[in-house]
T-cell receptor
Framework: GAGVSQSPSNKVTEKGKDVELRCDPI?????LYWYRQSLGQGLEFLIY????????KSGLPSDRFSAERTGGSVSTLTIQRTQQEDSAVYLC?????????FGSGTRLTVV | KQEVTQIPAALSVPEGENLVLNCSFT??????LQWFRQDPGKGLTSLLL?????REQTSGRLNASLDKSSGRSTLYIAASQPGDSATYLC???????????FGTGTRLKVLA
């Protein structure tokens, strides 16, 4: 596609439920990143995929968070047993090398 | 550990002014630096990407400079307009890594 596409754009979920956030990167971009931006905070790195290499999961805040990237393209970030502190904007970016192109994000609200 | 600082945190200027946003980083071994803007409730839009071998990049009314030795970058906005109102973020990638480290941003408001 023309840009990085994220869905849904907004998600409200009840505490304790699982959620899946989707990212469709720019075609041909080998690198894909997930970041989180909490209210009034900077961007927090979550996970990085590069080609067929093992992902860098060093930023995932707990084992409730997981992500996968199928066929080197679409990625899904899954948060299990959501907590109120998970409320944030989740941003996905893709890159052919090191310059990022971001999607418009998914705003997650846990009530 | 790389730390990225942006000063000022917030800035309000009248329309038409030229302005400079500052970004400093503690580890000069960067691969590149990228400036982004973020509108409220939106994702990030890339403005300028400066490779470590470059000193500056220009796009329209925007000019970004990079001084690796002093750990500084500036984003110059000429003839500011109300549409420039947004949060401006700088981010650096260290050589040998792929992960950007972001500053906390400068929130700019241009008054009509």
């Amino acid at each position: 596609g023309a840009g990085v596409s994220q869905s849904p754009s907004n998600k409200v979920t009840e505490k304790g439920k699982d959620v899946e956030l989707r990212c469709d990167p720019i075609s041909g971009h080998t690198a894909l990143y997930w970041y989180r931006q909490s209210l009034g905070q900077g961007l927090e790195f979550l996970i990085y995929f590069q080609g067929n290499s093992a992902p860098d999961k060093s930023g995932l805040p707990s084992d409730r968070f997981s992500a996968e990237r199928t066929g080197g393209s679409v990625s899904t970030l899954t948060i299990q047993r959501t907590q109120q502190e998970d409320s944030a904007v989740y941003l996905c970016a893709s890159s052919p090398d090191r310059g990022y192109t971001f999607g418009s994000g998914t705003r997650l609200t846990v009530v | 550990k790389q730390e990225v600082t942006q000063i000022p945190a917030a800035l309000s200027v009248p329309e038409g002014e030229n302005l400079v946003l500052n970004c400093s980083f503690t580890d000069s071994a960067i691969y590149n630096l990228q400036w982004f803007r973020q509108d409220p409730g939106k994702g990030l839009t890339s403005l300028l990407l400066i490779q470590s071998s470059q000193r500056e990049q220009t796009s329209g009314r925007l000019n970004a400079s990079l001084d690796k030795s002093s750990g500084r970058s500036t984003l110059y906005i000429a003839a500011s307009q109300p549409g420039d109102s947004a949060t401006y973020l700088c981010a650096v990638i260290r050589g040998g890594t792929y992960k950007y480290i972001f500053g906390t941003g400068t929130r700019l408001k241009v008054l009509a």
